[in-house]
């Protein structure tokens, strides 16, 4: 079976960087992603990790250790907009089931 | 290009009543997701197809949840009865190839917010 984990809410500031963690169990590990979604909305797909390490796009690094189970979402120079709910999701090997995490919710404060 | 289209946008219901959910994948899109979201559970996947063949539908709650993919343009996930521990939005999803890692992403549909009362 599989198991992700990550925190329910978070808050931080405009401006600000916040990290938002996810550990995760699952056998045949093909690859892990983070999507966002807006209250009300379907979620939107911000990052792909396969390999170790840290993958960068603009405001939104990706970071993923297979050894650890472990990846972060990194949001640089937080602003409004990016209040949402951040899902961590693990893919496994050789299938195409994507199996999502509950989420975290990011509130940005002014 | 059109995304995944879903509907209805929502649904409000009996509790026994049946309800069908309808999913249009992006064209060209060769698998095809059901997901449920709640706020205690997250999103739940219910079941797949890759090529109109239901994959795996371990996910399915129960016998009174039923889904099918007659072609490779149009999906339904039917409720019957319904139930209101079966209120959810439930969302189509799709995707181009057979093995996600290697495709990127899901596209997710706007999604049917079901209330069943």
């Known amino acids: 079976g599989q198991n992700i984990d990550q925190p329910t809410e978070m808050t931080a500031t405009e401006g600000a960087i916040v990290q938002i963690n996810c550990t995760y169990q699952?056998?045949?590990?093909?690859?892990l992603f983070w999507y966002q979604q807006h209250a009300g909305e379907a979620p939107t797909f911000l990052s792909y990790?396969?390999?170790?390490g840290l993958e960068e796009k603009g405001r939104f690094s990706s970071f993923l250790s297979r050894s650890k189970g472990y990846s972060y979402l990194l949001l640089k120079e937080l602003q409004m907009k990016d209040s949402a709910s951040y899902l961590c999701?693990?893919?496994?090997?050789?299938?195409?089931?994507?199996?999502f995490g509950t989420g975290t919710r990011l509130q940005v404060f002014p | 290009d059109a995304g995944v289209i879903q509907s209805p946008r929502h649904e409000v219901t009996e509790m026994g009543q049946e309800v069908t959910l309808r999913c249009k994948p992006i064209?060209?899109?060769?698998?095809l997701f059901w997901y449920r979201q709640t706020m205690m559970r997250g999103l739940e996947l219910l079941i797949y197809?890759?090529?109109?063949?239901?994959?795996?539908d371990s996910g399915m709650p129960e016998d009174r949840f039923s889904a099918k993919m007659p072609n490779a343009s149009f999906s339904t996930l039917k409720i019957q009865p319904s139930e209101p521990r079966d209120s959810a939005v439930y969302f189509c999803?799709?995707?181009?190839?057979?093995?996600?890692?290697?495709?990127?992403?899901?596209?997710f549909g706007e999604g049917s917010r079901l209330t069943v009362l």
């Open positions: 064209s060209g899109h060769n698998s």
């Open positions: 999803a799709s995707s181009p190839g057979l093995q996600i890692a290697n495709t990127g992403e899901l596209f």
């Open positions: 990790n396969v390999l170790d």
């Open positions: 699952t056998s045949g590990f093909n690859g």
């Open positions: 999701a693990v893919a496994s090997y050789n299938t195409d089931k994507l199996i």
């Open positions: 197809f890759n090529n109109n063949v239901p994959i795996d």
